[in-house]
């Protein structure tokens, strides 16, 4: 395990080895922390990558070629240790391979690559997901980076707004229960692409906005003004922060894939929002974080 420093003329950051998972963002001239520090009384992490799904299985397990393979909420990656493929003045790389343990939950022959690149106040988090199989592969991916809300201190958190680049609302589908998504949905009316975070925002679980609904989401301060942007073209976005325990963090959340419905019964194959790549094929996404 070890933690690799970046840094430019305006921000810098960290990356933990154990799931690549970045630890810090910081403004430098205000010396300013964006992320969440992982203290376990709220949550004990703080942008673990979700690979090979997204949220939890039907009956916690999943289905593929005749046999079941259970699994974990949100996959293994994010407990795994990466290496570091390559550094430069302005990027991080680091890579997982499938092994023995992972074929055992995941029986695919995958190279997961998680890179990091600076760009003036931007952080650019990307991912290359390659098929070293001679079979098709089936996987999710996302991120979950929890963002200081309040930020240094000021205030709480239901003092804070998020900004969508939407103007009027946005639907959002709701978790049951079981941790699966449930018929229902809830729509939200926005005031100039603004939505309050109510003390009761989180409280049935993560908001799921699917169907491109909106691909940029602000946090704003008590002025009102974004100190916080996360952009990505991901087909769909999670909103989250713990329920009920008035967290002082909120987590902006870029998927490719979610949680099964409660009804899902099929195959591997068959999940929504799910990616396939042929054999030697390769995946790529990546979302901008600016501060």
């Not at 969440?36 to 039907?58: H, M, Q």
């Not at 290496?83 to 055992?104: H, I, W």
Request: charged share 25%; net charge negative.
């Amino acid at each position: 395990m070890a933690v690799y420093s970046l840094e430019n003329a305006q921000i810098s950051i960290c990356v933990d080895t154990s799931g690549a998972e970045l630890k810090s963002l910081k403004k430098k001239a205000t010396d300013t922390e964006y992320m969440w520090d992982a203290k376990p009384e709220y949550w004990k992490r703080t942008s673990p990558v979700l690979f090979p799904i997204v949220g939890s299985l039907n009956n916690g397990s999943y289905q593929y070629d005749g046999k079941e393979y259970p699994m974990s909420q949100h996959g293994f990656a994010r407990d795994m240790e990466f290496e570091l493929r390559d550094q430069t003045a302005d990027s991080l790389k680091f890579v997982l391979r499938a092994t023995g343990e992972t074929k055992a939950k995941y029986p695919f022959d995958f190279e997961l690559e998680l890179g990091y690149r600076l760009s003036e106040s931007n952080l650019v988090v990307s991912w290359k997901v390659t098929n070293r199989d001679e079979k098709e592969m089936y996987f999710s991916i996302g991120g979950h980076p929890a963002f200081l809300c309040p930020i240094g201190g000021d205030g709480v958190q239901t003092d804070y707004k998020l900004l969508f680049d939407v103007d009027d609302k946005i639907t959002a589908a709701i978790i049951g229960d079981g941790g699966t998504l449930s018929a229902r949905t809830k729509e939200y009316a926005l005031k100039n692409g603004m939505m309050d975070i109510t003390a009761d925002l989180f409280d049935e679980d993560a908001l799921i906005i699917e169907n491109n609904q909106a691909h940029k989401v602000s946090l704003c301060g008590r002025d009102g003004q974004p100190y916080l942007t996360v952009s990505f073209d991901a087909p769909l976005f999670g909103l989250w922060s713990p329920a009920k325990k008035n967290a002082p963090f909120v987590c902006i959340e870029p998927w490719y894939g979610r949680c099964d419905r409660e009804t899902f019964d099929g195959d591997l194959s068959e999940r929504e929002y799910g990616n396939r790549l042929a054999p030697s094929a390769e995946f790529y996404a990546e979302y901008t974080i600016t501060v």
